[in-house]
């Protein structure tokens, strides 16, 4: 299966002044995929997303996407990419069904035209399409957005923060509309500050600090995680953190939920540990090897950088 | 232009969807014709004048009979000291003193020159120059009075004297309401033009609506007409609104042609319209905006012409005011609506207002980039 690169991008660089927002930037997206990136808040998802929709110009290096370029061919392109900002930007003073027909039009199409494509999403929000779009909650609010995305059956999706500021049950509702769009062949692109939603896409990209990590399938990501991973329990996890990162063999220490995730320099421990624990006044402490997961691989790449 | 038409279509239903907006665009433009033009005026009546009079011979008194007679003044106070009168002019308990200096009654029987004074309260200049014009014209009068008096006693025959009968065209009876109303009418189109569109635009960069609408095939020229365009169809009917309120409240005449006035108005708006854009793509906020926008306004309306004559001020602010379009309009108002003017009369103001449109449209264009 080899599927045509509908995003190229080759050695992007964009700088605000003297802050460098992305520095050596280079991937492809396939034809048909979901395409996420990954990364904290100001990573350099946003610059990444504005220059691909044709919103900012590159300082350096080639953005193609539909075999279109970013910067020369910016006309065509809009006719055919679909943007959802992270910020909510539909007009909140018109009703639902005024800002699907505003963006339908401005597109040159009807909503009836392309009715099945959003069919699905917005058959949640119809019951309210006389109601200002300011007063819908923040799911209905995401899903109104993506339907004004949609509506112009663009052959590119992209989406920057679907999912913050979301409740968990629109999260997970949100995910399966993406996977449902796969059979229209739209290419998703989206990005997420939240690890669990990576392995939803199926390739996913770690970006830090405006710089690509690594790029694989969401799976494959935490098998680049090679030490043996342990998750580590006491009642007193502020003591327990400053202790095990003063232990002497401890190669990382991080919180993880409710235990931490360590690792040690020759991948195992022994009673020392525990006394050297004890000696720092943290008792009651459970050990277990556990399996890496994306967050992890992250955190370790992040500390490598 | 299917496309502008939807554009236009959305922001009217935008504006009518606001409850304050919706009513406002057109309240505000009749409450200020039913508030400005009867009240902003310079003609001044019962300026309060005190009177010192240390002579009270029988001249002095038919001098003050005169003032009390003419319709500017009001004697509130008649005092014989002038540190009483000073008092009074401090407390703004008067505006005019006018001091009659004793003997003058004596002097004026023996034919020998005689002198008054008057002091005036400056706090207002305006006003301190036009009251002491009244004044003077009062005293005037009588020392013509008193001159022919004089010679009469000798002899019958009439002094010679140039007597000037003046008329005032386009405006005889001189009504403050025919000389405001065509001004503040330019006044209105400009608060509608240059705060509403400006606002609207620094109000979708403010909410990020302007960061979807750039990734749509919508040009920038197709964008930025539509937001002059419904702006411009609000500034013309308030303009026929404030017209039809001069005529049936104040009866301020319409002697040239109203097509004339509307399409100038037109130009005007185009032209304050994309001054306001342009502002607008250099404004990240609202606040920014209405800064900027305000500084403009005020210094485009003082230095319009409308309170005070443009011949009046400094050689450099007239050459500062040939940038200033609410000028051009003001002229044009006027001279179409009281003197009849034609197109080819004010072809220069005329001209000057296209230019002008023709200008800012551009620069607003350029100036609103999507990329970036």
């Known amino acids: ?46 610059t990444l997303f504005r220059i691909i929709t044709t919103l900012l110009l590159p300082d350096h290096g080639t953005v193609t996407a539909l075999g279109l370029d970013c910067v020369k061919d910016f006309r065509e ?33 009807t909503v009836k035209e392309n009715y099945d494509l959003i069919a699905d999403i917005y058959s949640h929000i119809e019951p ?33 923060e679907p999912t913050t500021g979301v409740d968990a049950v629109s999260r997970a509702e949100f995910w399966e509309m993406l996977k449902k769009l796969k059979k229209y062949n739209i290419t998703i692109l989206v990005s997420t500050p939240y690890m669990d939603e ?77 006394d050297f624990l004890e000696s720092k006044g943290v008792s009651g402490v459970t050990i277990e090897e556990t399996l890496p997961g994306i967050e992890d691989r992250f955190l370790e790449l992040m500390q490598k950088s | 232009m299917r496309t502008i038409f939807y554009l236009i279509r959305k922001e009217f239903l935008q504006i009518f969807r606001d409850k304050f907006l919706g009513k406002a665009i057109f309240a505000i433009p009749i409450i200020q014709m039913l508030i400005l033009v009867p009240a902003v005026t310079f003609e001044i009546k019962d300026v309060r004048l005190c009177i010192v009079d240390k002579d009270m011979s029988t001249e ?33 308990k008067c505006d005019l003193i006018l001091q009659i200096p004793a003997g003058f009654g004596r002097d004026i029987g023996k034919g020998t020159p005689t002198k008054l004074m008057a002091s005036a309260n400056a706090i207002n200049a305006m006003n301190a120059q036009l009251s002491w014009a009244y004044l003077n014209g009062v005293i005037m009068d009588y020392n013509m009075n008193i001159l022919a008096n004089g010679i009469g006693n000798r002899s019958f025959t009439a002094i010679p004297q140039i007597e000037v009968t003046n008329r005032y065209w386009y405006n005889e009876m001189l009504n403050y309401n025919f000389y405001m109303q065509p001004g503040i009418l330019g006044i209105l189109v400009l608060a509608i033009g240059f705060i509403l569109a400006g606002l609207n635009l620094v109000k979708e960069k403010e909410i990020g609506t302007i960061e979807q609408m750039n990734v749509t095939p919508v040009k920038k020229y197709q964008f930025i ?32 042609s109203m097509w004339l006035v509307f399409m100038c108005s037109s130009i005007f708006l185009i032209a304050v319209l994309s001054l306001a854009l342009l502002i607008s793509t250099f404004s990240g906020t609202q606040q920014q905006f209405m800064f900027t926008a305000f500084f403009f306004m005020i210094i485009f309306i003082l230095m319009s012409g409308i309170f005070t004559p443009l011949e009046s001020m400094p050689g450099w602010a007239q050459k500062i005011d040939l940038l200033n379009p609410v000028v051009y309009i003001m002229r044009i108002n006027r001279m179409v609506m009281l003197k009849g003017s034609t197109l080819y009369d004010i072809r220069s103001e005329f001209m000057a207002l296209v230019i002008f449109a023709i200008a800012s449209t551009t620069l607003a264009v350029n100036r609103y980039r999507k990329t970036a």
Do not use: W
């Open chain 2, 225 to 256: 007409l539509s937001k002059i365009i419904p702006f411009l169809i609000i500034g013309l009917i308030d303009l026929a609104l404030g017209i039809t309120i001069g005529k049936l409240v104040f009866h301020v005449p319409f002697a040239g």
């Open chain 1, 128 to 160: 309210f399409k006389n109601r200002p779009a300011g007063k819908l909650s923040g799911g209905m609010k995401q899903k109104l957005a993506l339907s004004c995305a949609l509506i112009h059956k663009p052959a590119l999706l992209v989406l920057d």
């Open chain 2, 60 to 92: 002095s008194r038919e001098l003050v009979g005169k003032l009390v007679g003419s319709s500017f003044f009001k004697v509130r106070n008649a005092t014989f000291t002038e540190n009483e009168a000073n008092d009074l002019l401090h407390l703004d």
């Open chain 1, 1 to 46: 299966m080899t599927a045509k690169n509908i995003i190229s991008v080759r050695d992007l660089n964009k700088s605000y002044g003297p802050v460098k927002a992305l520095e050596a930037i280079s991937f492809d997206v396939r034809e048909g995929e979901i395409f996420g990136f990954i990364g904290p808040d100001g990573a350099g998802k946003t």
């Open chain 1, 198 to 274: 990576a392995m939803q896409c199926d390739r996913v990209a770690l970006i830090q600090g405006g710089r690509i990590m690594s790029v694989d399938q969401p799976e494959r990501l935490s098998e680049g995680f090679t030490r043996k991973l342990f998750s580590v329990v006491a009642s007193e996890k502020y003591k327990l953190i400053t202790a095990l990162r003063e232990y002497p063999l401890t190669h990382s220490a991080y919180p993880f939920g409710e235990s931490l995730h360590v690792t040690f320099r020759d991948d195992r421990y022994d009673d020392s540990l525990l």
């Open chain 1, 77 to 109: 392109l809009r006719n055919n990419i679909g943007y959802m900002p992270g910020r909510f930007s539909l007009y909140m003073d018109l009703t639902v069904e005024e800002n699907l027909n505003f963006y339908a039009t401005v597109f040159g199409t």
